[in-house]
Nanobody, 129 residues
């Protein structure tokens, strides 16, 4: 079992920045690839970014590429999402998720929510125009 707790959400003006954190506890964190997803009101949950267990491989949705950066600190059992140049359309609840995948690369299914084994409760990000 892995427990995930997100933090760092809030209200920010367009063009601003936020850094989300996801603290993990339970089973060996470094055996898991980690992902960030988001869900806006009335929309389906969508993939944002993923990172391999080693941190050596990352993948981003086109909508956030160049603005968001995912990283992890396995010593602290924490994954981060640095969000810069935020836009109103980035407003959503952001979720982190863990996928048991002890490989240096990312699996082809990292963009799909069903691939992940554990989820956090989410943190709200609101970007005002």
């Amino acid at each position: 079992q892995v427990q995930l707790v997100e933090s760092g959400g809030g209200l920010v003006q367009a063009g601003g920045s936020l850094r989300l954190s996801c603290a993990a506890s339970g089973r060996t964190f470094s055996s898991y690839a980690m992902g960030w997803f988001r869900q806006a009101p009335g929309k389906e949950r969508e993939f944002v970014a993923a990172i391999s267990w080693s941190g050596g491989s990352t993948y981003y949705a086109d909508s956030v590429k160049g603005r968001f950066t995912i990283s992890r600190d396995n010593a602290k059992n924490t994954v981060y999402l640095q969000m810069n140049s935020l836009k109103p359309e980035d407003t959503a609840v952001y979720y982190c998720a863990a996928d048991f995948f002890p490989s240096s690369s990312l699996g082809v299914g990292v963009i799909f929510a069903y691939e992940y084994d554990y989820w956090g409760q989410g943190t709200q990000v609101t970007v005002s125009s």
